[in-house]
């Protein structure tokens, strides 16, 4: 053990040393980082849906149809609520649960589309409506999609501070399963909302309870 | 020497900048408050000094986290705390520690919690009622009964005014950070 002073001239020997190296930082500098994490990571899957899966063969018409904007819209709202949360969480002063409030007004919207639609089904459509073609696939594919969003993440956090590292963790998963979702559009061909509303949120809560079970062992600095 | 939460802020923000001489100061600057937050906190001395230079790395290289619109040492003393958990968590000693508000108070930092909020916008989200009685017990320091004389109300109905609205308050400001 070393001497009390000893410790200090170590002390002010580390400040020398740290204060040789002051690059400047950029004004929403968690945000820019996060954005970088999430888009390095997303390009890795979009990669990964035209290996694995193929971009849907109806692609282009797609894009003029209703339900192709429902869900992109149902999964950039969760995607957005859940990189305002991530960065609130970077923060060591953190911010609470209440952050994630918000996640019910797309919820909700969807499931009244999803109410809507059924009643303007016969009944014994629904349960074909529910399931659709890949009902048994598309969790797990927004899940697998969601690893290289989550790894970009985790590189963003390596200069971020959060404290409260089970709910970064959360908020990580939850964006990186939003945005995967997002991504997954580009294959899926489903166009029910109560397909969307249960299947591909699934996925992304697996994503984001991964990223809660994970994050104290990943997020720790 | 004591350094304010507005000169710590100001080299933090140059630091930040790209002012090495101005992040220095503010690392020297840190040195005793950390060494009295950790000695504060911690029974042993043998773990400070390794603590306040721990903290003082996190501080240089998780500094992008720092908010220039938010009060400084509130972001200072949550790294320190996350820190200081850390710390006991590898040696699996378990303590409870104060939030930070808590510790901006103990450490003398009430302005920093007190810039975020202020009191007359906070009073004014309650009933008149409520935002008179604690007005008047707690900021110009009347006792209960004198503060029903002049509100014309009973003493019961002061306190409960006053009850309610810290517990309105409370609520309010926890949803508010």
Redesign the interface.
């Known amino acids: 053990?070393?001497a009390?002073g000893d410790?200090?001239r170590?002390?002010d020997r580390?400040?020398?040393a740290?204060?040789?190296d002051?690059?400047?930082?950029a004004?929403r500098?968690?945000g820019r980082?996060i954005a970088l994490g999430i888009a390095g990571g997303g390009v890795v899957s979009i990669g990964l849906v035209f290996a694995l899966f193929g971009a849907r063969p109806d692609f282009p018409q797609a894009m003029y149809g209703f339900s192709f904007w429902m869900k992109w819209a149902y999964t950039i709202s969760l995607g957005l609520i859940a990189v305002a949360a991530t960065v609130r969480l970077?923060?060591?002063?953190?911010?609470?649960l209440?952050m994630f409030w918000p996640l019910a007004l797309p919820i909700l919207l969807l499931a009244a589309l999803a109410i809507e639609e059924m009643a303007r089904t016969p009944m014994r459509d629904w349960l074909s409506m529910w399931l659709g073609g890949s009902w048994n696939r598309c969790p797990w594919r927004v899940l697998l999609l969601a690893v290289p969003i989550f790894l970009g993440l985790l590189w963003a956090f390596r200069?971020?501070?959060p404290?409260d590292l089970r709910a970064a963790g959360a908020a990580a998963g939850l964006a990186a399963g939003a945005w995967a979702a997002t991504i997954y559009c580009l294959h899926c061909d489903e166009f029910a909302a109560v397909f969307v509303l249960t299947w591909y949120t699934l996925g992304i809560v697996l994503a984001a309870a991964l990223g809660a079970l994970l994050g104290p062992r990943v997020l720790?600095? | 020497m004591r350094h304010s939460e507005a000169e710590l802020r100001a080299w933090m923000t140059a630091?930040?900048?790209?002012?090495?001489?101005a992040?220095?100061a503010l690392?020297?600057a840190l040195?005793p408050l950390l060494r009295s937050f950790f000695r504060r906190r911690m029974r042993g001395d043998?773990d400070i000094?390794?603590l306040?230079?721990e903290t003082?790395?996190?501080i240089?290289?998780?500094?992008?986290?720092?908010?220039?619109d938010?009060p400084f040492t509130?972001?200072l003393y949550?790294?320190a705390?996350?820190r200081l958990i850390?710390h006991l968590r590898r040696r699996r000693v378990s303590v409870p520690i104060e939030d930070?508000e808590a510790i901006l108070v103990t450490e003398g930092f009430e302005e920093a919690v007190s810039a975020r909020v202020d009191v007359d916008r906070l009073l004014s989200g309650l009933s008149p009622k409520q935002a008179r009685a604690i007005r008047d017990t707690h900021l110009d320091g009347l006792s209960v009964a004198e503060a029903a004389d002049s509100a014309r109300i009973g003493q019961s109905d002061v306190k409960v005014s006053v009850h309610r609205g810290l517990k309105a308050l409370a609520a309010r400001l926890?949803?508010h950070?």
């Open positions: 053990m070393m009390p410790a200090e170590g002390t580390l400040i020398a740290l204060a040789a002051v690059p400047p930082i004004r500098y968690i980082r970077a923060r060591p002063t953190g911010g609470s209440r200069k971020l501070a404290t720790r600095w | 630091g930040l900048d790209g002012d090495a001489a992040h220095a690392l020297r040195v043998e000094e390794d306040v230079q003082l790395i996190a240089h290289t998780k500094r992008g986290t720092y908010d220039r938010r509130a972001w949550a790294v705390r996350y850390d930070v926890r949803g950070e």
